[in-house]
């Protein structure tokens, strides 16, 4: 069936270095494609999007690159910060009409200063 | 300041007791949802509304239940809870301006449920 998973579901990065968290998905129909950053006791926020009529967008400090060909989606940012350690989600949105978001299910996120 | 806001944060029942999660936007948002968010599952959604008197399921609304009266408020209902209902619980709004969550969704801080 349809699902949003991630590679990895944890990842320790350096202070100063770049990170790189993949996602899959698996349904063809989905058209947007979204990344949320998620903090301990917080709600998910939002980072940055892309539409499935693009490869590679790029926001501060962060990149998102969309493989469409091996559905494949994968978040980069540059340069860590402490506040960058968090939960990182991906989410899709398949449109069948009625719209509807799904998210996987998260990767940790750690920088070790 | 533009705010999703949940209520209440925290709360502790026992199974079978009625109880309502409210959730308000003040940003004039078209779109809200609630999802569940549950360890090893992410989040899944359990309601969405794309607008006043416009409510849908999500991939798993058993047990719950929704209301879009007024544009701001859109309050999750667990008619009798049930311990498979303990989760974390975030209310989430966009502008839906394409009439679905192509937009960014703002999400409240969410609100801790334990059902004994």
């Known amino acids: 069936g349809e699902s949003v998973g991630l590679h990895l579901p944890t990842l320790s990065v350096q202070e100063g270095d770049n990170s790189i968290i993949n996602c899959a998905y698996s349904?063809?129909?989905?058209?947007?494609f979204i990344w949320y950053k998620q903090e301990s006791g917080k709600g998910p926020q939002f980072i940055i999007d892309i539409r499935s009529n693009m490869d590679k967008r790029q926001g501060q400090r962060v990149t998102v690159l969309l493989n469409k060909t091996v559905k494949h989606l994968s978040l980069q940012i540059a340069a860590t910060q402490p506040g960058d350690s968090a939960v990182y989600f991906c989410a899709e949105i398949v449109n069948f009409g009625n719209e509807k978001l799904t998210f996987g299910t998260g990767t940790r996120l750690t920088i070790i200063p | 300041e533009a705010q999703v806001t949940q209520n209440p944060r925290y709360l502790i029942t026992v199974t079978g007791k009625k109880l309502t999660v409210t959730c308000s936007q003040n940003?004039?948002?078209?779109?809200m949802s609630w999802y569940r968010q549950d360890p090893g599952l992410g989040l899944r959604q359990i309601y969405y509304?794309?607008?006043?008197?416009?409510?849908d399921k999500g991939d798993v609304p058993e047990g719950y239940k929704v209301s879009r009266k007024e544009k701001r408020n859109f309050p999750l209902i667990l008619e009798s809870p049930s311990p498979n209902q303990t989760s974390l619980y975030f209310c989430?709004?966009?502008?839906?301006?394409?009439?679905?969550?192509?937009?960014?969704?703002?999400f409240g801080p969410g609100t801790r449920l334990t059902v004994l």
């Open positions: 989430a709004s966009s502008r839906g301006l394409a009439g679905g969550p192509k937009d960014t969704q703002y």
């Open positions: 940003m004039n948002h078209e779109y």
């Open positions: 509304s794309m607008n006043v008197e416009v409510t």
């Open positions: 349904n063809s129909a989905s058209d947007y």
